[in-house]
């Protein structure tokens, strides 16, 4: 999530400033060596692979700021956001595929950089891959994942993303739902926003906004990031050396880049990408195929979808559009989407095997279900219930929408996990899907159709 400061550098690089200050700009880089006596590396494909990745950096945000934008407690020497953003080859698009921190991963023999100690391969989320072994761990260890040689290392900060949007006078995001949560006091009404530095951070920080937890984070992220584009290209930023300059001061006073990354690559790079817009960038998060995988030591974790990911990993080597091929689906549009939706099925009749069997159709239509359904209480129950928590309530009418003629029951205190209890009207589970795609972690957006409309 501050990662997407990183991208504006990108972007903005295609004012096709004079060289000279580019340079001056480029001693505020701070350097670091991610690809040191790397071997064995996948082999180079066609374009341009930037590993994004974000920390949090609190430690450097006033007691003020700290407090207003509920940015408590100690820094976190981890990478809180993964980012790969693909450049093709012809400096015409730009996809961007977020990692989950939670995936599982496993890393690759290492030096820890806290301990000092050698380490053989082991698993661990991928977020902790940089509080064991720093850049070039996060670096290795994606490599290793993803089989995508890593052109470029960039890390960056809450700071440097507050300043930037604050410096580009805000950013436009729209929502349909009302969005609040108590942890980074996020509180917005349904409609559109403009988003100054401290308010965007909250909407990119937040994960408590209903049972989507950091699923639902990266896409409010991706769109946040196809809301800057939009800013950066249509505001005449990018014909404003001045401005531009102001912008990049902003983002590269708290970055951190390999050495090969500097004011050539910024040029020769903008220079090519002056005609790009939001519909010149893709979005989409690596396909998850099991989530709350448990591993010892570890916890729970994300399990990727090895099949689906090695088919998406290909195309950024292959330097093809990730959106190519799409196919039209006759199912029903909802806020959430199902793979963020976790769900305990009840069967409330007397019928053996109900339970089962809604179960098993909420689950093929890509609902997260315990996959283990008990008997409700009640077994004379008529009419089939969504009982859910209100701070669920955005996911609670996505799966109500999937059950025709379900009735929707608020419990508070029920949690994340959303509860059917299946009643003898069941006759079917309604395909439904996501508003953006993405959302899944296998479908793929322009930034066009993500922003404002």
Same mark, same amino acid.
């Given at each position: 999530?501050?990662?997407?400061?990183?991208?504006?550098?990108?972007?903005?690089?295609?004012?096709?400033?004079?060289?000279?200050?580019?340079?001056?700009?480029?001693?505020?880089?701070?350097?670091?060596?991610?690809?040191?006596?790397?071997?064995?590396?996948?082999?180079?494909?066609?374009?341009?692979?930037?590993?994004?990745?974000?920390?949090?950096?609190?430690?450097?945000?006033?007691?003020?700021?700290?407090?207003?934008?509920?940015?408590?407690?100690?820094?976190?020497?981890?990478?809180?956001?993964?980012?790969?953003?693909?450049?093709?080859?012809?400096?015409? !698009?730009?996809?961007?595929?977020?990692?989950?921190?939670?995936?599982?991963?496993?890393?690759?023999?290492?030096?820890?950089?806290?301990?000092?100690?050698?380490?053989?391969?082991?698993?661990?989320?991928?977020?902790?891959?940089?509080?064991?072994?720093?850049?070039?761990?996060?670096?290795?260890?994606?490599?290793? &994942?993803?089989?995508?040689?890593?052109?470029?290392?960039?890390?960056?900060?809450?700071?440097?993303?507050?300043?930037?949007?604050?410096?580009?006078?805000?950013?436009?995001?729209?929502?349909?739902?009302?969005?609040?949560?108590?942890?980074?006091?996020?509180?917005?009404?349904?409609?559109?926003?403009?988003?100054?530095?401290?308010?965007?951070?909250?909407?990119?920080?937040?994960?408590?906004?209903?049972?989507?937890?950091?699923?639902?984070?990266?896409?409010?992220?991706?769109?946040?990031?196809?809301?800057?584009?939009?800013?950066?290209?249509?505001?005449?930023?990018?014909?404003?050396?001045?401005?531009?300059?102001?912008?990049?001061?902003?983002?590269?006073?708290?970055? !951190?880049?390999?050495?090969?990354?500097?004011?050539?690559?910024?040029?020769?790079?903008?220079?090519? &990408?002056?005609?790009?817009?939001?519909?010149?960038?893709?979005?989409?998060?690596?396909?998850?195929?099991?989530?709350?995988?448990?591993?010892?030591?570890?916890?729970?974790?994300?399990?990727?979808?090895?099949?689906?990911?090695?088919?998406?990993?290909?195309?950024?080597?292959?330097?093809?559009?990730?959106?190519?091929?799409?196919?039209?689906?006759?199912?029903?549009?909802?806020?959430?989407?199902?793979?963020?939706?976790?769900?305990?099925?009840?069967?409330?009749?007397?019928?053996?095997?109900?339970?089962?069997?809604?179960?098993?159709?909420?689950?093929?239509?890509?609902?997260?279900?315990?996959?283990?359904?008990?008997?409700?209480?009640?077994?004379?129950? !008529?009419?089939?219930?969504?009982?859910?928590?209100?701070?669920?309530?955005?996911?609670?009418?996505?799966?109500?929408?999937?059950?025709?003629?379900?009735?929707?029951?608020?419990?508070?205190?029920?949690?994340?996990?959303?509860?059917?209890?299946?009643?003898?009207?069941?006759?079917?589970?309604?395909?439904?899907?996501?508003?953006?795609?993405?959302?899944?972690?296998?479908?793929?957006?322009?930034?066009?159709?993500?922003?404002?409309?």
């Amino acid at each position: 999530m501050r990662a997407v400061t990183t991208l504006s550098v990108v972007v903005l690089a295609a004012a096709g400033i004079g060289h000279a200050v580019v340079t001056s700009l480029d001693a505020d880089i701070a350097r670091v060596d991610p690809f040191k006596d790397m071997k064995n590396r996948p082999r180079a494909g066609h374009g341009m692979n930037v590993l994004l990745v974000g920390t949090d950096g609190r430690d450097r945000i006033s007691q003020a700021e700290r407090r207003a934008y509920r940015l408590g407690g100690a820094p976190c020497h981890c990478t809180d956001t993964v980012m790969i953003v693909h450049i093709s080859q012809d400096r015409r !698009r730009a996809s961007v595929v977020s990692l989950p921190r939670d995936s599982y991963a496993m890393t690759p023999p290492h030096l820890d950089a806290t301990s000092g100690k050698r380490h053989h391969g082991h698993p661990l989320k991928l977020n902790a891959a940089y509080a064991e072994g720093g850049p070039q761990l996060t670096v290795r260890t994606v490599e290793a &994942m993803t089989k995508v040689k890593i052109d470029h290392y960039l890390e960056v900060d809450f700071t440097s993303f507050m300043k930037t949007v604050d410096v580009l006078g805000g950013v436009k995001i729209c929502t349909t739902q009302p969005l609040k949560d108590s942890y980074t006091g996020l509180d917005l009404p349904a409609g559109t926003h403009d988003l100054k530095g401290g308010e965007a951070l909250q909407y990119v920080r937040a994960r408590h906004v209903d049972g989507a937890s950091d699923l639902g984070r990266m896409q409010r992220q991706q769109r946040f990031m196809a809301a800057l584009v939009e800013r950066a290209t249509s505001s005449g930023i990018l014909l404003n050396p001045m401005k531009f300059r102001d912008v990049t001061r902003a983002v590269l006073g708290s970055v !951190r880049a390999d050495k090969g990354f500097g004011t050539d690559e910024l040029l020769d790079l903008g220079r090519a &990408m002056r005609n790009f817009s939001p519909s010149s960038s893709e979005f989409t998060t690596v396909p998850i195929g099991r989530m709350g995988y448990v591993v010892k030591g570890v916890g729970s974790t994300l399990r990727w979808d090895q099949e689906k990911a090695a088919g998406l990993f290909a195309a950024l080597r292959e330097d093809r559009p990730l959106a190519t091929h799409r196919s039209r689906s006759d199912a029903v549009t909802v806020d959430v989407a199902p793979q963020q939706i976790r769900v305990q099925v009840e069967n409330g009749t007397g019928t053996a095997g109900l339970g089962k069997r809604v179960d098993a159709a909420l689950a093929s239509t890509g609902f997260r279900t315990s996959r283990m359904p008990v008997n409700a209480e009640e077994r004379t129950v !008529r009419r089939t219930v969504v009982a859910y928590d209100p701070r669920w309530d955005r996911s609670a009418k996505s799966l109500a929408t999937a059950l025709p003629g379900s009735e929707l029951r608020a419990v508070k205190g029920l949690g994340a996990t959303l509860k059917v209890i299946a009643g003898s009207d069941f006759e079917r589970v309604r395909k439904v899907r996501a508003t953006a795609p993405a959302q899944g972690g296998s479908g793929v957006v322009r930034g066009d159709e993500v922003g404002c409309k």
